[in-house]
């Protein structure tokens, strides 16, 4: 039974440079922040970054899988607050979780948490599916 408080399985992504460039094109999103370490650096970020929307969308995954498909997700949405940094040959982890904040009827709200590397990538996001 779903319940408030439930903390439903965290799930890992892998991102690495490959995907970027595969998003990048599927996108249509080349900026060079997302590609070139070097224009990264130049512009004052730490390192090549994620592209935002293929974090959302990772954690849209966790939200579509966990409800049963997409057509049960009601409400979803999120606040970038750190980049998902991607080292030149590495893969860095995309770990989301939620826990139920709320259960009225059958929709559900939940609360998630997505980090990188420990550091917290997104805020003030949750989602509302009905099950």
Do not use: C
């Not at 590397?117 to 599916?129: E, H, I, W």
């Amino acid at each position: 039974m779903i319940q408030v408080g439930t903390n439903l399985e965290e799930q890992v992504f892998y991102i690495d440079r490959a995907m970027l460039k595969a998003y990048a094109d599927a996108s249509g999103d080349q900026n060079p922040i997302h590609q070139n370490e070097e224009f990264a650096v130049s512009v004052g970020l730490p390192n090549v970054i994620a592209h935002g929307m293929l974090t959302m969308a990772l954690v849209g995954k966790f939200v579509t899988d966990w409800a049963g498909g997409s057509a049960a997700v009601k409400e979803f949405s999120g606040r970038f607050v750190k980049p998902v940094i991607v080292p030149a040959n590495q893969r860095v982890d995309l770990t989301v979780s939620a826990v139920v904040t709320e259960v009225v009827g059958d929709r559900i709200t939940i609360d998630l948490k997505a980090t990188s590397a420990g550091v917290k990538v997104l805020g003030m996001s949750k989602a509302v599916v009905v099950k």
